[in-house]
């Protein structure tokens, strides 16, 4: 299976810490990518001290390294150091991809920016991910998941106009960043086997986040309405949203005709197409509380299993609301093979279940080859050959 992966044979230096550049690693890393995780000499990434359990934390295990850093390599070197320094640029030469998602110039500080590297190894692709990009009055101002979403405006429409402004309930920033990321530079990668050269690619968090709400930003861009927080309904259909089955939430997203009609006649209401209120979806909207009034009323006959295989099973977009743990044991999960068990880095008697990407290759799941690194764990595989200038 390693072989078939699309980014077999290319290796990526990863520099980064707690959550946006080692999710977009983890995901080249699935993808088949080398990582080289370079951390700090004793520290080591952020996320090490993070997670649920304080004993993992102690040990620099913690839940949140674990999750996104199965199958890394961990070579611990200090920038400022003269032996690590040149360890460091032996690595550069013949990597394909440096990721460092510090501070906009802080490597450049360090004597590692773009233009350095790039002499040194012109076919390099350098992906720096900020929260604010390299650029721009705000390139140098620290940010967090959290800040970015309350300067994004995503914060200003979670919730409703009562319970606004609200964090989303994961960091979804974090994420999306990362996400574009490693899209980019498999992007990069791909172009450089037409150009034969590296790129530098500048990744704003603030960016993507926007670019990655949709309908939130381009309503505003291109016909000048502001978003407003709406809750558990969408602003672009109805019915469409949670509703309340006989024993819980259920959510409902009959955005076509067809499909509001078909839930009509299932739910036992098919007068409901003819009433001027709901005929169309501009109607249906402008209507939206009635609606749902009336699809709630109904949907109280069954539960919120039987409402999903019934409208499901007929072509409706519906679903019950699950949560986390509920979710990840999903038969669809377990069919498809998303969640891996690997060992526990230095704890043989326990079992570490970490999640994929959701791709198959010709039908294969993407796994990592092996559990993420103690701390240091891979330094004499990088570092025994080189000595100080």
């Known amino acids: ?48 001290s993070l997670g649920p359990e304080a004993e993992l934390n102690r040990t620099a295990l913690g839940a949140s390294f674990l999750a996104q850093n199965a199958g890394k ?27 460092e998602n510090f501070r906009a110039g802080v490597l450049d500080r360090l004597g590692y920016g773009w233009a350095v590297l790039h002499r040194l190894n012109p076919r390099l692709i350098y992906c720096a991910i900020s929260g604010f990009g390299q650029t721009g009055p705000m390139r140098s101002a620290p940010a967090y998941d959290q800040i970015i979403q309350g300067l994004s405006g995503m914060m200003s429409v979670t919730g409703t106009p009562d319970t606004v402004p609200l964090r989303v309930g994961f960091p979804v920033c974090d994420t999306v960043g990362g996400l574009v990321a490693a899209m980019s530079i498999a992007a990069a990668l791909a172009g450089r086997t037409r150009t034969g050269k590296g790129v530098f690619l500048d990744v704003s968090m603030l960016e993507t986040s926007l670019s990655a709400m949709g309908w939130a930003t381009s309503n505003y861009l291109v016909s000048g309405v502001a978003p407003e927080p709406m809750g558990d309904q969408n602003a672009t259909a109805a019915p469409s949203g949670t509703f309340r089955a006989a024993d819980g939430p259920l959510n409902i997203s009959a955005n076509r005709q067809e499909q509001f009609e078909t839930l009509c006649r299932l739910i036992d209401r098919p007068d409901l197409p003819a009433d001027e209120r709901f005929a169309d979806r501009e109607a249906r909207k402008r209507n939206r509380a009635a609606l749902n009034e009336e699809i709630n009323t109904a949907l109280r006959r069954r539960t919120a299993f039987d409402w999903e295989r019934l409208l499901a099973g007929a072509g409706v977009p519906a679903a019950r609301i699950l949560t986390v743990a509920q979710a990840l044991e999903l038969d669809q999960l377990s069919e498809r093979g998303f969640v891996t068990d690997l060992p526990f880095p230095g704890q043989p008697r326990r079992t570490l279940r970490v999640a994929g990407n959701g791709v198959l290759v010709n039908g294969e799941p993407l796994r990592p080859p092996g559990p993420p690194p103690l701390l240091g764990e891979h330094n004499a595989e990088f570092t025994s050959e080189v000595t100080a200038p």
Do not use: W
């Open 73 to 99: 390599k961990s070579v611990e070197l200090d920038l400022k150091d003269a032996h690590d320094r040149a360890v460091f640029e032996d690595l550069a030469r013949d990597a394909d991809v440096l990721l």
């Open 1 to 48: 299976m390693d072989d078939d992966r699309p980014l077999h044979g290319v290796r990526v230096l990863d520099l980064t810490n707690v959550l946006a550049g080692p999710y977009c690693g983890y995901q080249l890393m699935l993808l088949g990518a080398e990582i080289v995780k370079i951390e700090r000499p004793g520290d080591g990434d952020l996320a090490r």
